[in-house]
Protein backbone atom coordinates (compact mmCIF):
# COMPACT_ATOMS: atom_id res chain seq x y z
CA UNK A 1 0.00 0.00 0.00
CA UNK A 2 1.03 3.67 -0.97
CA UNK A 3 2.53 5.94 1.87
CA UNK A 4 0.00 9.16 1.57
CA UNK A 5 1.16 12.08 2.78
CA UNK A 6 -1.04 15.55 2.51
CA UNK A 7 1.89 17.30 1.14
CA UNK A 8 1.85 14.73 -2.31
CA UNK A 9 -1.74 14.29 -2.79
CA UNK A 10 -5.09 11.70 -2.21
CA UNK A 11 -5.56 8.32 -3.33
CA UNK A 12 -8.01 7.85 -5.52
CA UNK A 13 -10.76 5.70 -6.08
CA UNK A 14 -8.81 3.23 -8.44
CA UNK A 15 -6.21 3.00 -5.41
CA UNK A 16 -3.67 5.28 -7.16
CA UNK A 17 -1.98 8.29 -5.32
CA UNK A 18 -2.79 12.01 -7.20
CA UNK A 19 -0.17 14.43 -7.13
CA UNK A 20 -1.45 17.77 -7.34
CA UNK A 21 2.14 18.93 -9.04
CA UNK A 22 2.72 16.39 -11.37
CA UNK A 23 -1.33 14.87 -12.49
CA UNK A 24 0.08 13.15 -15.61
CA UNK A 25 1.54 10.80 -13.27
CA UNK A 26 -1.56 8.95 -12.90
CA UNK A 27 -4.46 7.33 -14.83
CA UNK A 28 -7.34 8.74 -14.44
CA UNK A 29 -10.68 7.72 -16.58
CA UNK A 30 -13.62 9.14 -17.95
CA UNK A 31 -15.72 6.38 -15.69
CA UNK A 32 -14.04 7.55 -12.28
CA UNK A 33 -14.10 11.04 -13.01
CA UNK A 34 -17.81 10.89 -14.04
CA UNK A 35 -18.45 9.11 -10.41
CA UNK A 36 -16.42 11.26 -8.61
CA UNK A 37 -18.24 14.77 -9.99
CA UNK A 38 -21.43 13.56 -10.03
CA UNK A 39 -21.00 12.97 -5.77
CA UNK A 40 -19.68 16.61 -5.63
CA UNK A 41 -22.23 18.87 -4.55
CA UNK A 42 -22.37 22.42 -6.13
CA UNK A 43 -22.03 25.86 -4.03
CA UNK A 44 -20.61 23.74 -0.97
CA UNK A 45 -23.91 22.44 -0.87
CA UNK A 46 -26.07 25.08 0.10
CA UNK A 47 -28.71 24.39 -2.89
CA UNK A 48 -32.44 23.48 -2.18
CA UNK A 49 -31.87 19.54 -3.54
CA UNK A 50 -28.21 17.71 -4.44
CA UNK A 51 -27.27 19.09 -7.19
CA UNK A 52 -24.17 17.63 -8.12
CA UNK A 53 -20.95 18.92 -10.47
CA UNK A 54 -20.97 16.33 -13.37
CA UNK A 55 -24.88 17.18 -13.84
CA UNK A 56 -23.97 20.95 -13.75
CA UNK A 57 -21.65 19.88 -16.48
CA UNK A 58 -23.24 17.70 -18.62
CA UNK A 59 -26.06 20.98 -18.52
CA UNK A 60 -23.10 23.29 -19.70
CA UNK A 61 -22.49 21.12 -22.51
CA UNK A 62 -26.09 21.64 -23.77
CA UNK A 63 -25.92 25.00 -23.69
CA UNK A 64 -22.70 26.10 -24.94
CA UNK A 65 -21.93 27.25 -28.74
CA UNK A 66 -21.25 24.44 -30.93
CA UNK A 67 -17.79 23.13 -31.00
CA UNK A 68 -17.46 23.55 -27.30
CA UNK A 69 -19.51 20.87 -26.07
CA UNK A 70 -16.65 18.23 -24.57
CA UNK A 71 -14.71 21.41 -22.88
CA UNK A 72 -17.60 22.75 -21.45
CA UNK A 73 -18.34 18.85 -20.24
CA UNK A 74 -15.40 18.59 -18.64
CA UNK A 75 -14.44 22.73 -17.34
CA UNK A 76 -14.78 21.49 -13.96
CA UNK A 77 -12.06 17.98 -14.24
CA UNK A 78 -10.00 19.89 -11.78
CA UNK A 79 -13.38 19.39 -9.17
CA UNK A 80 -12.72 15.56 -9.19
CA UNK A 81 -9.30 16.50 -7.29
CA UNK A 82 -10.22 19.37 -5.46
CA UNK A 83 -13.50 19.77 -4.77
CA UNK A 84 -16.04 22.05 -5.59
CA UNK A 85 -14.49 25.39 -4.02
CA UNK A 86 -16.56 28.20 -3.93
CA UNK A 87 -15.50 31.09 -5.77
CA UNK A 88 -14.91 33.63 -3.55
CA UNK A 89 -13.03 31.26 -1.20
CA UNK A 90 -10.67 29.86 -4.17
CA UNK A 91 -9.71 34.29 -4.56
CA UNK A 92 -8.84 33.83 -1.28
CA UNK A 93 -6.16 31.07 -1.67
CA UNK A 94 -3.78 32.37 -4.59
CA UNK A 95 -1.89 28.75 -4.66
CA UNK A 96 -4.87 26.95 -5.38
CA UNK A 97 -5.87 28.64 -8.00
CA UNK A 98 -2.09 27.51 -9.46
CA UNK A 99 -2.68 23.91 -8.23
CA UNK A 100 -6.25 24.00 -10.62
CA UNK A 101 -4.49 24.97 -13.39
CA UNK A 102 -1.79 22.15 -13.43
CA UNK A 103 -4.46 19.78 -12.96
CA UNK A 104 -6.76 21.19 -16.10
CA UNK A 105 -3.68 22.01 -18.37
CA UNK A 106 -2.99 18.21 -17.97
CA UNK A 107 -6.84 16.94 -18.17
CA UNK A 108 -7.44 19.18 -21.23
CA UNK A 109 -4.47 17.16 -23.05
CA UNK A 110 -5.52 13.76 -21.46
CA UNK A 111 -9.12 14.36 -22.57
CA UNK A 112 -8.50 16.69 -25.62
CA UNK A 113 -10.52 19.87 -24.50
CA UNK A 114 -9.07 23.34 -25.09
CA UNK A 115 -6.91 24.75 -21.61
CA UNK A 116 -7.36 27.94 -21.06
CA UNK A 117 -11.49 27.41 -21.37
CA UNK A 118 -12.45 29.38 -24.48
CA UNK A 119 -14.93 32.61 -24.04
CA UNK A 120 -17.45 30.34 -25.12
CA UNK A 121 -16.93 27.73 -22.33
CA UNK A 122 -16.61 30.55 -19.75
CA UNK A 123 -20.34 32.00 -20.84
CA UNK A 124 -21.81 29.02 -20.66
CA UNK A 125 -20.28 28.62 -16.59
CA UNK A 126 -21.41 31.72 -16.04
CA UNK A 127 -25.65 31.13 -18.06
CA UNK A 128 -25.82 27.69 -15.62
CA UNK A 129 -23.90 30.18 -12.87
CA UNK A 130 -27.52 32.34 -13.41
CA UNK A 131 -29.89 29.38 -13.87
CA UNK A 132 -28.75 27.61 -10.71
CA UNK A 133 -28.88 30.65 -8.59
CA UNK A 134 -32.14 31.08 -9.57
CA UNK A 135 -33.51 27.84 -9.75
CA UNK A 136 -31.61 26.10 -6.52
CA UNK A 137 -30.91 29.67 -4.67
CA UNK A 138 -34.42 31.31 -5.46
CA UNK A 139 -33.54 34.15 -2.76
CA UNK A 140 -33.69 36.72 -5.13
CA UNK A 141 -30.20 37.99 -3.89
CA UNK A 142 -28.19 40.08 -6.57
CA UNK A 143 -24.95 38.45 -7.62
CA UNK A 144 -23.13 41.21 -9.80
CA UNK A 145 -20.93 38.67 -11.66
CA UNK A 146 -24.41 37.88 -13.57
CA UNK A 147 -24.83 41.41 -14.61
CA UNK A 148 -25.70 41.91 -18.15
CA UNK A 149 -25.48 37.67 -18.77
CA UNK A 150 -28.35 36.29 -20.18
CA UNK A 151 -29.49 32.99 -19.46
CA UNK A 152 -33.35 32.92 -18.95
CA UNK A 153 -33.91 31.34 -22.51
CA UNK A 154 -31.17 28.84 -22.10
CA UNK A 155 -33.30 27.37 -19.14
CA UNK A 156 -35.42 24.80 -21.54
CA UNK A 157 -31.99 23.22 -22.52
CA UNK A 158 -31.21 22.09 -18.64
CA UNK A 159 -32.08 19.36 -16.89
CA UNK A 160 -32.32 20.98 -13.44
CA UNK A 161 -34.39 17.89 -11.73
CA UNK A 162 -32.66 16.47 -9.07
CA UNK A 163 -30.10 13.63 -10.12
CA UNK A 164 -29.28 10.88 -7.75
CA UNK A 165 -25.36 10.48 -7.96
CA UNK A 166 -25.36 7.72 -10.30
CA UNK A 167 -28.00 8.93 -12.55
CA UNK A 168 -25.70 12.42 -12.79
CA UNK A 169 -22.75 9.62 -13.87
CA UNK A 170 -24.57 8.21 -16.48
CA UNK A 171 -25.80 11.63 -17.87
CA UNK A 172 -22.20 12.72 -17.84
CA UNK A 173 -21.20 9.30 -19.37
CA UNK A 174 -24.10 9.35 -21.57
CA UNK A 175 -23.13 13.15 -22.44
CA UNK A 176 -18.99 12.36 -23.25
CA UNK A 177 -19.59 9.00 -25.92
CA UNK A 178 -22.31 12.35 -27.48
CA UNK A 179 -19.15 14.95 -27.97
CA UNK A 180 -16.54 12.46 -29.02
Not at 83 to 99: G, H, Q, R, Y
Request: charged fraction near 20%; charge should be negative; proline fraction near 6%.
Amino acid sequence: MNAITLSQGIELLNGQMFDFHNPSATDVSIQELAQVLSKICRFAGHVRYFYSVAQHAVNASYIVAPGHEKAALLHDTAEAFTNDIVTPLKAEVPLFKEIEVVIEQDMGSRFGFQYPLSPEVKLADLQMLGIEKDILKPTGSHWAILDGIEYEHLIPKCNMMPMTPDEACLAFLKRWEEVQ
